[in-house]
């Protein structure tokens, strides 16, 4: 077996170390769980116990940059993070005010699709909180929701939000699989990496149900668009793409 | 240090089994915690893991067992599924496609890291090919533990080309999923956060495939 795993686990249990031993930041971490994480989480506290503590000393700068109290000025691990959870909360932003002024809209009149972009939107709204909460974690601020404009997609009728839906999907599946690589800690990639593929499955789910082939005819269209392997996008072909929708 | 001892879901579990955002921060810390410390490690990943030259290696011989299980199904199942009609056909081909390439893939990464691809394990589906619903219900356990698989191990990779590699598969199992899903009229997109697996509870959602 490879030693490696003791490092992982050195890592996590430094961070979750932090969190322990900082009344501040614990409070917060708890507020934000509901009950039944927060009792994972002593649980998981309990677990990793103090014979880490000689790990704790070498902690990697991502984590100990990563707790509220410690405020650097220099751009550290965490720092990166929270640009990249920061960017992700803009895109997330964006989708789920893209669906609430669809529904509200009621320019959907299938009920299925209806029922469809309510489940997204639902999804949308949790991806929000989370990355807001892990924004906070990271030291903040978090991203200010952004002014959007939808207006003549909406007013295009169901077949253009459709399609739109599935490109700002098939963009935030992009976007994601685009930062995976970059992000410092383990515990915001697992988290990025959760949401990722939810944003695929919107995308093949709209694409599909927008009548679009496995291609389609654009590079974001198409339930599985890139064949075999998803494309990743970086940050400034994202921004390009979604700057007509903001205002 | 001792892991909370995770449960093992039932097969049933793996698709109805949902994450809320309480519970996804620690997710990442849960599945570091758990995968390398299997308590029940199945002939197959055993060895797999065996012939590993380093935790990158062992993931991706890990993915491609499952990705060979999953080639295999979608092969066998255009031959044996009857009343699959030209809309599902169409679907099944493709996933068989893409899961060749993953399994291509993953086997000439793991040539290139030095190490040694595990051989495909011997299959058995069972009664999955019985009607097009039981194919169709099987499939989606696939798709579904194929991600959360990638999405549980993905934290663990240490090169990053590797890392990526794998975002660009888990991403088309995803969408795989999606579709399967939306062929059985069931939400393509359950729950906000897709769950992460184990290796142990991967295996015991794949375990009635394998033969050896």
Redesign the interface.
């Known amino acids: 077996?490879?030693p490696?795993?003791t490092n992982?686990?050195s890592m996590?249990?430094s961070a979750?170390g932090t969190l322990r031993d900082d009344p501040t930041s614990r409070k917060r971490?708890l507020r934000m769980?509901?009950?039944?994480?927060?009792a994972?989480?002593a649980?998981?506290l309990a677990?990793?116990?103090d014979?880490?503590e000689d790990t704790a000393a070498t902690t990697s700068t991502a984590d100990t940059a990563s707790t509220p109290s410690t405020s650097t000025a220099e751009p550290s691990g965490g720092g990166v993070d929270l640009e990249i959870v920061n960017y992700a909360l803009t895109l997330e932003y964006l989708e789920a005010d893209f669906y609430k002024k669809v529904i509200e809209s009621g320019m959907v009149k299938d009920p299925k699709i209806g029922a469809?972009a309510m489940?997204?939107l639902?999804?949308?709204e949790?991806?929000v909180?989370?990355l807001k909460?892990?924004a906070e974690?990271l030291g903040g601020p978090a991203a200010e929701k952004p002014e959007t404009n939808f207006e003549e997609v909406i007013a295009g009728g169901p077949k253009m939000i459709l399609a739109t839906a599935a490109v700002v999907e098939n963009l935030g599946?992009a976007a994601y699989?685009g930062q995976?690589?970059r992000i410092q800690s383990?515990?915001v990639?697992?988290?990025a990496?959760?949401?990722?593929?939810?944003e695929?499955?919107?995308?093949?789910?709209l694409n599909?149900?927008a009548g679009n082939g496995?291609k389609g005819d654009e590079p974001l269209t198409g339930?599985?668009p890139?064949?075999?392997?998803?494309?990743?996008m970086s940050m400034e072909e994202v921004l390009e793409q979604v700057k007509p929708f903001l205002a | 240090?001792?892991?909370?001892q995770l449960t093992t879901p039932e097969l049933a579990e793996i698709q109805v089994h949902g994450?809320?955002?309480?519970?996804?921060?620690?997710?990442?810390?849960?599945?570091?915690?758990t995968?390398?410390g299997m308590s029940a490690v199945s002939p197959f990943v055993g060895h797999a893991?065996a012939q590993?030259g380093?935790?990158d290696v062992?993931i991706l011989n890990f993915a491609l067992t499952l990705e060979y299980l999953e080639a295999t199904f979608y092969k066998e199942a255009v031959d044996k599924v009857s009343g699959l009609d030209g809309d599902t056909l169409k679907l099944t081909k493709?996933l068989r496609?893409?899961?060749v390439?993953?399994v291509d893939?993953l086997t000439a990464t793991i040539k290139k890291l030095g190490g040694e691809p595990v051989p495909a394990p011997k299959v058995d589906f069972g009664k999955a090919f019985a009607s097009k619903a039981a194919y169709l219900k099987t499939a989606n356990v696939f798709e579904d533990t194929g991600?959360s698989a990638?999405?549980g191990a993905?934290?663990?990779i240490?090169n990053?080309?590797v890392?990526?590699?794998a975002?660009?598969?888990?991403?088309?199992?995803?969408?795989?999923?999606?579709?399967i899903?939306?062929a059985r009229g069931k939400?393509?997109?359950?729950?906000?956060?897709?769950?992460?697996s184990t290796m142990d509870e991967v295996l015991t959602a794949v375990k009635p495939f394998i033969k050896s």
Do not use: W
Request: proline content about 5%; hydrophobic content about 45%; aromatic content about 6%.
């Open positions: 077996m490879a490696e795993p992982e686990l996590k249990t979750l971490f769980m509901g009950g039944g994480g927060a994972g989480l649980l998981l677990a990793c116990g014979d880490d469809l489940s997204i639902k999804n949308e949790e991806h909180d989370a909460a892990t974690m599946a699989l995976a690589a383990k515990d990639l697992a988290a990496l959760s949401i990722h593929t939810v695929a499955r919107h995308a093949a789910a599909k149900i496995f339930t599985i890139d064949g075999p392997f998803a494309k990743p | 240090m001792t892991h909370p994450f809320t955002r309480s519970s996804f921060i620690l997710r990442g810390a849960l599945a570091a915690g995968v390398y893991l590993g380093g935790g062992d493709q496609d893409d899961e390439a993953h893939a991600v990638y999405n993905a934290p663990m240490e990053k080309d890392l990526s590699a975002g660009t598969i888990v991403q088309i199992e995803a969408r795989h999923a999606a579709l899903r939306l939400e393509p997109a359950p729950i906000a956060f897709d769950k992460t």
